[in-house]
């Protein structure tokens, strides 16, 4: 059974940058067949999407974070990453790790459990 | 962007009951639909994909329908455990938008 954990700092400070790593077991992330992605819900509020990757390192970007994000992966620790950086209190959600099976449509069928960042100083 | 607008935001119905949400999107997006159920706590988890097609496992009450840009997600008859908070995401485009939510809650 696949799984997906995130894990990371749950506070960060204003200005500084986010990082969280998703860790995947009972799969692998070089498979072709699959997207690698992430995403947040700030608390009581709906979801976003932030952006995803591929095994080969292609990546896509919600436009509105483009310019603070960058999604990497490791696929000798099985392991994708995210971080954003000059993060402010609107950046404080829980942060969600997933994945998309590759094909036109396709939606998120795994979940990680989700973790939450707060930014506070 | 492709905006997706979920109508009610809020529902309050009774167990046994029909109920079906409408997510609008702001241009055509095929059926490169899906529905996510979230609880409490939890992440979501996927219900229906492909604007109609249920995902393994899924209780046969829950379904997905699409008329041009307007997709539905429809609960035969609502159980206890279905009481959660709805969301669609179109999947025809970067980036993969997500409607605002549509929150089920018992009368």
């Known amino acids: 059974q696949l799984q997906l954990q995130e894990s990371g700092p749950g506070l960060v400070k204003p200005s500084e940058t986010l990082s969280l790593t998703c860790t995947v077991s009972g799969g692998s992330m070089s498979s072709t067949n699959y997207y690698w992605g992430w995403i947040r819900q700030p608390p009581g509020k709906g979801l976003e999407w932030i952006g995803s990757?591929?095994?080969?390192?292609?990546?896509y970007y919600s436009p509105s974070l483009k310019s603070r994000v960058t999604i990497s992966v490791d696929t000798s620790k099985n392991q994708f990453s995210l971080k954003l950086s000059s993060v402010t209190a609107a950046d404080t959600a829980v942060y969600y790790c997933?994945?998309?099976?590759?094909?036109?449509?396709?939606?998120?069928?795994?979940w990680g459990q989700g973790t939450l960042v707060t930014v506070s100083s | 962007d492709i905006q997706l607008t979920q109508s009610p935001s809020f529902l309050s119905a009774s167990v046994g009951d029909r109920v079906t949400i409408t997510c609008r999107a702001s241009q055509g997006i095929s059926s490169y639909l899906a529905w996510y159920q979230q609880k409490p706590g939890k992440a979501p988890k996927l219900l229906i994909y492909a604007a109609s097609t249920l995902q393994s496992g899924v209780p046969s009450r829950f379904s997905g329908s699409a008329s041009g840009t307007e997709f539905t997600l429809t609960i035969s008859s609502l159980q206890p455990e279905d009481f959660a908070t709805y969301y669609c995401?179109?999947?025809?485009?970067?980036?993969?938008?997500f409607g605002q939510g549509t929150k089920l809650e018992i009368k």
């Open positions: 997933a994945r998309r099976v590759v094909g036109f449509g396709s939606p998120i069928d795994y």
């Open positions: 990757i591929y095994y080969s390192g292609s990546t």
């Open positions: 995401q179109q999947l025809n485009s970067y980036p993969h938008t």
